[in-house]
Structure formats: C-alpha cells, structure tokens
C-alpha cells in the first residue's frame, strides 16, 4: 500500500492544508478507516471491550439498552433511499440552496467546499444503503456505499459516507448535518457528546469496520489498474483541495476585513450624525436662550418704563390676601410699615402688589405714601408751611376720625353674635387692645382657633375673649 502514503500523509497532516481537507477521508478514500481497522484488529487481539461488546447506550433511567448491531440493507425506492439519491444529486450539481432543504445545518464553509467538489464531480451513483439503530428514538445511522464520477476519469472512486438521519416534526426523514463528515472533522458548530460518542461506537463494529474493508480495498485495485486515477487522486486532487482551501481562507479573510471596513464606516457615519444632531441642539438651544433673555430684557424695559402705581404703606399687621374677601387664601402677613404698591380698587379692598406677588388688602389698614415735594427756598416760608400744615393735619385728622366713627355706627346695623357664643375662626385675625384698626394688636389668632363672644358694639367690633385674652374683633370676621 506504499502507494496511498502520500495521500494518508496529506490528510492527516493538519499543518499541510488545517482540519478543514481531512473531511475528503470520508468522501472519496478510506486510508484513515484502514487504519482504524489495523487498531481495532489489535485491540481485539489484546482483549480491547470497545471492538468485542454491541453498541451499548444508556436510555433516560440510567439503565443500559442494548441496541441492535447488524446492519440492514436498505431496498431501493424506499424514502431513506430517495432522500439520499436528493442529497447526492444536489451535491453534485454543488446546489447548496436545494441540498438545505434536505440537511442541515449547512455552514458557510461546508457551502464552499460543496461547490468546489460540484465543479469536479459528474455525478454519484448509490451502490448500497446499510443502516442501524441511531443514539436517539427514531434516529438511524446510515453508511452509502457510492460510486464518485470525476470529470475526465474513466474509472469511478469508490466511496464510503456517514449520515445520521431523523425524523422531522412532521414525521419525514431528515439529515442532521451536525454530525457529517465534514463538521465532525472541523467542528464549525456544536455537537451532542452522547450522539458523537455513538457514531464513534457505531465506526468500530465489526460489519462497519467490514464494510470499510470491502470499499478500501476496491480503491487499491482500482488505483493499481488505473495510473491516472491513481496519479489524480493521489497528487491532482489533493493539491485542488489545497488551492480550494487557501482561496477560501483569502476569501473569508477578505469578507471579513470588509465586514469590519463596514462596521468601522457605519460607525464613523453615526458618530457623525449624533456629533452633527448634538451640535443641532446645542445652536437651537442658544438660539432659544437668545430669544429667552432678549424677551426677558425687552420686557423687563417694558416695564421699567411703566408709570408706577402709588404707593401705600400698612398702618398695622394685616393680611395680603388671594381675592377681596376675609375668607380668601392668605398670601402673606405684612408687618405694620410695609410699602405695597396699588394696582386698583375693588369696594373696600385695594389691589397691591408686593415683592412680585399680587393681592388684596383693606383699605382700612393702608396708608398712601405721599411724593416729596420740592422744597423752599426760604427757611420761614418753610416753617410756616409746616405750622400750617400740621394744624390742618390735625384738625383733618380729627375731623376725619369724627366722620369715620360716625360712618361706622351707620353701617353697623346688623346684630353680631350673641354675648357667651363660642366661635371658631375660619381664617387668622388680630384681636386688638381697644376697637380700632390701628389699636395696638395684643394676639394673633389663627384659622381655627375659638374665641367667646363677651358683647357687640354698634361701630362693628366684638369685644371677645381669647387664650385667655379679652380684646376687639371685626365683627365681621365671626361668621
């Protein structure tokens, strides 16, 4: 057999042309099935259990089942048959597409190699179809016994191939092509270790290793016949593979090196757009801050420029309020002294505002801010104008008070509560010394809080006692 040397060295020697050629062993030649049988004769000589005992597997339980180890011939016609005689057709038209739909998983490289073996091979040609029980419940394995036509040989190499078949979830049969030759060889794509430990059990049978033996020494007969046969596959073939090999590596390299060109570019291209829609935003952004403060300023002119309502100032704590009533929300307490200014007048109310927030207050409780006047020039003409000033301020002072006490008592017609009702404040008030408004305030009493009625008054004010503090209230304000 020195004259398989040369091919037995260039498969197995995984440096020459990597894993990827050694999956030609199971196509075309035996020389590596050859030597399994050398070692399985030995191992049987030595009392090796592998080549003595049946394929033995283990079901779900842990408990061993012996399956059957003879193999059965397959008739002719029959589905297993037919899906074969499809494979083999497709293979050798090298129609991946159509081969899918009768195997898989197929992978990108197994692709190309198929392709490269369409454009050598004229046709297969199914001698026999022997089968066993597969690892799984429906599962079988299967060994064809072929005939492969190379274009522009005479003689046809005879070959033998693995297939582990199924059932699909329709009931068909269908090739897993987990476990072909060719991914078992280069392991692309992961396998069920109890399924490959059996195929490796299901190799080492005796009718296996048989079978093996027949197809391998046609080989030699036909390359001792044949120089050109011998000459193509021993050198011819073997160096086509080689070439398929490097093209393919060059090829997937060069797929790869434009897939990351590709990732890099779309990655430049999107860095790009989000920089380009970041500075987008950003210029929209200044843009509407520049309008922002420029209608800011503008208004702020606007207003500025506004003629300023007169100003006011409270004679006594009271409440900056919501809306004109004594039961409206409290926006604020003013201390006595503060400067509001008014917006306008509702009844008794003023309209003010202050420190931005707008609201109501009594008018009973602000004082109008008078604006300074220039002063004279003469000293005496200034202190006339005050003597004089001050005695009219007093005598409108008085006749004012007059006037407002007598307003008071006239406006005063409605009954307040009476004398010993306890009453709960629906808001916060002053309760002052004596019944005026800008009488000395001796408690501030809050939303809540009781007050006991002690007697009303006809001016409008109650004289009540709270928290233990007798004083005047707005009559008004005890509803």
Known sequence: MKYLDPIKKFFKNKKHIEAIVLAVIFIIVIAVSASRVRKLR???????????????????????????????????NSNLHDLLTEYYKYYADGNTSKIESVASPVSDMEKSYIKFMGSLI????????YTKDGAEKGARFVSVYEQIHFKGLKSAAPGLDFFY?????????????????????????????????????????????SLQTKVQKEYNEISLSDKKFESFMSKTFPAKVKAWQLKYR?????????????????????????????????????????????????????????????????????????????????????????????????????????????????????????????????????SKKKSSSEKKSSS?????????????KKKSKAKGPKAGKTIMLMDTYNIRKSPSSSAKRIHLAYKGEKVTVISNQSDGWTKVACSGKIGYIKTEYLK
């Open 250 to 382: 060059k090829e997937a390299e060069k797929a790869e090196a434009a897939a990351r060109k590709k990732a890099a570019e779309k990655a430049k291209k999107k860095a790009a757009e989000d920089k380009k829609k970041a500075e987008e935003a950003k210029k929209k952004a200044e843009e509407a801050k520049k309008k922002s403060d420029s209608d800011k300023k503008s208004k702020d002119t606007s207003e500025s420029t506004k003629p300023k309502g007169d100003q006011y100032k409270t004679t006594t704590e009271t409440n900056l309020r919501k809306s004109d009533s004594v039961k409206s929300d409290i926006i604020k307490t003013l201390k006595k002294g503060t400067t509001v200014t008014k917006k306008g007048t509702k009844g008794k109310w003023l309209k003010v505002s202050y420190k931005g927030k707008t609201g109501y207050i009594r008018k009973e409780y602000v004082k109008k801010v008078k604006s300074a006047k220039k002063s004279d020039s003469s000293s005496s003409d200034k």
């Open 165 to 209: 078949v199924e059932k699909d979830k329709s009931g068909g049969l269908h090739i897993n092509n987990l476990y072909s030759s060719f991914n078992q060889t280069n392991k692309e794509n992961d396998m069920d270790p109890k399924v490959v430990s059996a195929i490796a059990s299901f190799e080492e049978q005796k009718d296996v290793v």
């Open 122 to 129: 004229d046709s297969y040609d199914i001698k026999e179809i």
């Open 42 to 76: 030995q191992g049987a000589a030595s009392g090796d259990a592998s080549a003595k005992n049946a394929f033995i597997l283990t079901d779900a339980s842990g408990n061993s089942t012996q399956k059957s180890t003879v193999y059965k011939k397959e008739k002719r």
């Open 396 to 408: 409108d002072k008085k006749k004012s008070s007059e006037k407002k006490k007598s307003s008071d």
